[in-house]
């Protein structure tokens, strides 16, 4: 069955919902209106010639590799958490761009009922997923690449976690004018393909298999994937990973994550799988059964996660542990999660928190690393009064 969002009388929707809606609004449509103007990039319009893939291959190197001073021409080494701008970023921030710009339109689209919205929206979503000559190849078989080391890593399917609102845009779509079934047809089938890599692939398989953020955005993404391609058989998967491997592997008795506080950027490590956490819990959380409110027997969860994080989001000078070696000062963001947890926990003071941190940035590791903007696509009004989840 196709999951169809419900449109609500404005004034109903802004009496049922917890977010500020005219400023929200007056945010989407800012955007959007900016981006009806802008016509789609995909990876075909530019090349590294570092790259073992072809036209339509995603590549990416890896954050952290730098040329070895010792032996410039030869292999990479790590400097952990020390980005190195001379890799080749084009692919990934044009996918950085299509997460920004599509939801953002469909959000506009889901709160104006205005055509050029929708259409633009599937402008992109057709040069990504359908049109054979700008289309990109359902793997990331050439992410991460380092230079001198490997064509490609598993790691590399984190970049892909952008693609996470993308989809849920595209359920919020259907039945958009100009948005036609066979249209729809092709983008799902795209991510199913793209869904079967990640979950058979070597690489996808490693990742399956990290132990700290990597393996919370790999269940985020087959979450997200599989319920825009109706796999029931991957959505209990992913909910099984969640309760058994990632809360009981990751989180501390305190409620923190130990692989993202050794790091050497452990405040937005930890932000970031925290975020993608909670969108985990969002997808797959229902009426019956809300990820929200699991526990392990010792309580770990994501009530007390949130408990660990929240008091450091209020409140950024009390954190105990080392500043992060690069873009300390521009972590927090209006983090989702606090908003998700907010409603599904009965926590107003997390969503009132939410308010009122910024919901935008141009700093391109913030936008790189903040991939849930549009909470209008995640959450229904009616849902809302009831402290339940998008199911």
């Known amino acids: 069955m196709r999951i169809v969002a419900l449109v609500l009388p ?39 010639p570092r790259s073992a ?12 590799w730098w040329p070895d001073p010792d032996n410039p021409g030869g292999p990479y080494i790590q400097r952990d958490g020390m980005s190195n701008p001379a ?20 959000a506009a689209w889901q709160l ?15 040069a990504w997923f359908i049109t054979p000559d700008t289309r990109m190849t359902p793997n990331l078989q050439f992410a991460q690449a380092i230079h001198g080391r490997v064509t490609g890593r598993g790691t590399g399917i984190i970049d892909t976690i ?14 958009a004018p100009g948005w036609t079934a066979e249209d729809d047809r092709g983008v799902r089938r795209w991510f199913a393909e793209y869904l079967d890599w990640i979950t058979t692939h070597s690489y996808g398989i490693s990742e399956r298999d990290a132990k700290n953020n990597h393996a919370t955005c790999w269940v985020m993404q087959v979450a997200a994937f ?29 409620g923190s994550f130990p692989e993202e506080l050794r790091r050497t950027k452990p405040y937005g490590y930890s932000l970031f799988n925290l975020e993608a956490m909670a969108t985990v819990c969002q997808i797959l959380s229902t009426r ?21 994080m929240a008091p450091f989001i209020r409140d950024k000078h009390a954190w105990p542990h080392p500043p992060d070696v690069m873009y300390d000062r521009d972590w927090p963001m209006r983090q989702e999660s606090l908003l998700f947890a907010g409603i599904a926990l009965g ?21 790189r690393n903040y991939f849930v903007r549009q909470p209008l696509l995640w959450i229904d009004a009616t849902q809302e009064n009831a402290g339940v989840p998008h199911p």
């Open 10 to 48: 404005a004034a109903l929707l802004a009496a049922a919902s917890p977010i500020d809606l005219p400023r929200e609004r007056a945010r989407v449509l800012r955007a959007a209106d900016r981006y009806l103007a802008e016509r789609p990039i995909t990876v075909t319009a530019s090349r590294s």
């Open 53 to 64: 893939g072809g036209l339509h291959d995603f590549f990416s190197e890896g954050d952290y």
């Open 87 to 106: 890799n080749f970023a084009d692919h990934r921030r044009a996918l950085m761009r299509l997460s920004v710009q599509v939801p953002a339109l469909v």
């Open 112 to 126: 104006t009922r205005k055509a050029p919205y929708a259409a633009r929206a599937a402008d992109h979503l057709r």
């Open 162 to 175: 952008h693609l996470v609102e993308v989809a849920r845009a595209v359920e919020r779509l259907e039945g």
């Open 226 to 254: 599989a319920r825009l391609t109706n796999n029931a058989g991957l959505l209990a998967d992913a909910r099984r990973r969640f309760t058994a491997i990632i809360v009981p592997n990751q989180m501390a008795a305190d």
């Open 288 to 308: 019956a059964d809300s990820l929200w409110t699991f526990e392990l027997p010792d309580g770990r969860g994501m009530r007390r996660a949130m408990a660990f």
């Open 347 to 367: 926590r107003p003071d997390y969503v009132q928190l939410w308010e009122g941190l910024p919901a935008d940035s141009s700093v391109e590791e913030v936008v």
